[in-house]
C-alpha cells in the first residue's frame, strides 16, 4: 500500500514532512513563489495603493489572476498588510542611530518588551555575537538621543552597556527584499 504522509505522520514528528515539522516546530515556513508573485509584490513595493486592474496591467496578467494571487498572498500570510511610509525627516525626526545593546542575560526578555514600547525604536532585532540586540532610533535632535541611551536604555536593569553609531547617509531602504 502507498505511504500517505499527510495521515501516516500525524504521530510521527520525525517523518513528518519539511512543511508539517517546521509548522510543529513554531517556525514559519516558507511560501513557494514564482515569477508572477514576484512582479507582483516589486509592483505593490513601489505603491502599494494600486487598483487590481493598474496592479495587473504593470505586472503583465489579467486582472482576475491579479485578484486570485492577491488573495491567495495575502492567505498565505505573504502579504501581511499595507502601511503608508513617512518620510521621517520631513516630520522632524532627522537623527538617525543604530544602537547595539549589551544585555544581562536572565533579563532578556524583559529588555525584549521594554525596547518594544520605546516610540523612538523603528527596529529592533536580537542578535549574536558580542552584542544581544540592535535597535535603530529616529529622533528630533542629539539632546533627545542623549536621554534615549542615558536616561532610557543604560537605566534599564537588563541593560549591561550600549554602542551607539551615528547614520550619516541611508543608501537604501526597502520595505522588504525578495528572493
Not at 101 to 108: C, L
Not at 127 to 154: F, H, K, N
Amino acid at each position: 500500500m502507498a505511504r500517505r504522509p499527510d495521515l501516516d505522520d500525524v504521530d510521527r514528528p520525525d517523518r513528518a514532512p519539511p512543511a508539517a515539522a517546521a509548522a510543529a516546530a513554531g517556525a514559519r515556513a516558507a511560501v513557494g513563489i514564482d515569477a508572477v508573485d514576484r512582479r507582483l509584490l516589486e509592483v505593490l513595493r513601489d505603491d502599494g495603493r494600486l487598483s487590481v486592474a493598474t496592479l495587473a496591467e504593470r505586472a503583465g496578467i489579467s486582472r482576475a489572476g491579479a485578484y486570485s494571487r492577491l488573495e491567495r498572498l495575502r492567505a498565505d500570510g505573504v502579504i501581511s498588510g499595507f502601511s503608508a511610509r513617512v518620510d521621517s525627516a520631513r516630520i522632524g525626526l532627522s537623527i538617525v542611530a543604530v544602537i547595539l545593546i549589551s544585555g544581562r542575560q536572565p533579563a532578556w526578555r524583559s529588555l525584549r518588551a521594554q525596547l518594544a514600547a520605546m516610540p523612538e525604536v523603528e527596529y529592533c532585532a536580537f542578535t549574536s555575537g558580542e552584542y544581544d540586540a540592535l535597535i535603530v532610533v529616529r529622533v528630533a535632535d542629539v539632546e533627545t538621543l542623549r536621554d534615549v541611551i542615558l536616561e532610557r536604555l543604560q537605566s534599564m536593569a537588563a541593560v549591561r552597556a550600549t554602542q551607539t553609531i551615528f547614520v550619516l547617509d541611508e543608501v537604501v531602504r526597502r520595505p522588504y527584499v525578495l528572493p
